[in-house]
Each structure stands twice: as C-alpha cells, then as structure tokens.
C-alpha cells in the first residue's frame, strides 16, 4: 500500500498541477479575447477615441485579474479612417505573470489575441 502511495502520489500531484496551469493559460487567453473584442466593438463608435479604446480593454483586463497586459491599435488614427477600413485591436500579456502555481512552467512567453472589425460609418 505504501510503495503504490509512493509511485502514484507524485504523478497525481503533476497531472492536477499541470491541468491547473494549463486552465490559468486558457483562461488567460480567453480574458485577452474577451478584452480585444470589448475594444474593437468601442473601436467602431463613430466618436470614438483611443483612450475609449484602450479603457475598455483595461477594464475587462482588470476585471479578469490579468497582469501587465499590452494593448495595440491599428491603424493609430482608426478615428478618421474611412468606412470600409479594418480596425484590429490587439491584446497581450506574459503568461509567466498571469499563472496560477509555477509561474515557470510556460517559461517567457507571451499569449497574444486580437479582434478584427470593419468599419461602417465615417
């Protein structure tokens, strides 16, 4: 009983610690997702501006308890641009700041997701 104790404790103890990293990175990913698409929908508001924009994607950034994440948009002057044009907004973050346990285990990495959208009115 104790030697099966032995050899199964440290591979039950890798699986429920490797599971729990890799539900920190999805769900990381998902919170960039969910940011990127926040921003763009803000994005396209015809009196829209970048510090709406970038205080969008904060917010949801905040509230999904995500760390030093980035966020890019473009073409920078997405305002004046004309309908018809893409606006994409870009989210990123380390995943070595935003994981649950080892905070080494996805090394320097970064998880990246953007949002896509076109606008309709000038």
Partial sequence: M??????SLPLLLLVMFSTL???SAIKLRQSLAIAAYEGALVAVVPAASSDDVQSACQFVLVD???N???ISIEPAGFA???A???IRIAVSAPRHENCVLFGGL????TTVSQAVFIKEFD
Avoid: K, N
């Fill in 84 to 86: 018809g044009s893409q």
């Fill in 21 to 23: 990293e890799i539900c």
């Fill in 80 to 82: 004046t641009a004309p």
């Fill in 68 to 70: 030093s994440g980035l």
């Fill in 106 to 109: 996805f090394g320097a990495a």
């Fill in 64 to 66: 999904r308890g995500v």
């Fill in 2 to 7: 104790v030697v099966e104790l032995a050899i």
